[in-house]
């Protein structure tokens, strides 16, 4: 049974970097939008997490902000979730 991947923002579709001059900023989304995102679309947090081999507890800790998600996995799941930004000048931005 193929799993058709629902259409969620991820870390490529939120930083256009063509080149420094071309960087857009883009709108990032609480932890409280992210949850909404997935209330509106029926998706569970789970199954967005483990579709892209991401730990779901984790993921709740992301989104719940027990875990600061500066670096390493946490962070990953930030990005894809829309809440972070990879950094262009070694800065992270937050919601």
């Given at each position: ?27 990032l ?27 779901p507890?984790?993921v ?12 390493g996995?946490?962070?990953?799941i930030?990005?894809?979730?829309g ?13």
């Open positions: 049974m193929e799993h058709k991947q629902p259409n969620v923002p991820s870390a490529e579709l939120l930083v256009d970097r063509a080149s420094p001059e071309t960087t857009r900023a883009v709108k989304k609480s932890p409280e939008e992210a949850q909404q995102w997935f209330a509106e679309r029926g998706i569970t947090i789970s199954e967005w997490a483990l579709e892209r081999q991401f730990n507890a984790l709740y800790q992301v989104l719940a902000g027990t875990r600061k998600a500066v670096r996995t946490s962070f990953k930030a990005v894809a979730l809440i972070k930004t990879l950094p262009t000048d070694g800065t992270v931005t937050t919601a």
